[in-house]
C-alpha cells in the first residue's frame, strides 16, 4: 500500500539527508536522527518513537555543504509506523513536521537546496 499523502502537499519534497536534531516541547531528551526528505513546508524524519500529533518541537537541521545550521520550531503533522525487510515488527515510525516560527534567512536557503535538486532531476 502506497501513501498517497504527497500528492496533496503543498510544497514539493526532495530527498534529502542531513542530520537533525529534535526535542519535543513536553522533553528536555534530544533525539539526533536523519532527514528522509525536506521541502520548503516542513520535513520528514524517521524516528524510533511515535510523537504525537500536533506535538509540538524543537529542530535543529544541519545542512550539507557547510551552511550554516536552521534553528526553527515544527509542529508534527502525521505519523506513520514503518515495517522492516523481513516481517520484524516495527519500531521506527515516519514521521511528518511542518515548519514554524522559522525565519526568512533559513526559509530562502531551504528553498534553495530545494529548487537546485528539483532542477536537478528535472534534467535527467
Known sequence: MTWDGINKR???RI???CLIKLRKASSSQI???YTENVGIG???VILGEKIDLFETV???LMLENGLESVICGGKVMWAVGRC????????E???GIEFEHIKDRDLAVIRKIVDANLERTLRR
Do not use: H, L, M, W
Not at 522492516?84 to 519500531?91: I, L, S, T
Open 42 to 44: 516542513g520535513i520528514c
Open 58 to 60: 524543537d529542530i535543529e
Open 15 to 17: 530527498r534529502y539527508q
Open 31 to 33: 533525539v539526533s536522527t
Open 93 to 95: 515510525y515516519d514521521i
Open 10 to 12: 503543498r510544497f514539493p
Open 84 to 91: 522492516r525487510p523481513g516481517g520484524k515488527n516495527a519500531a
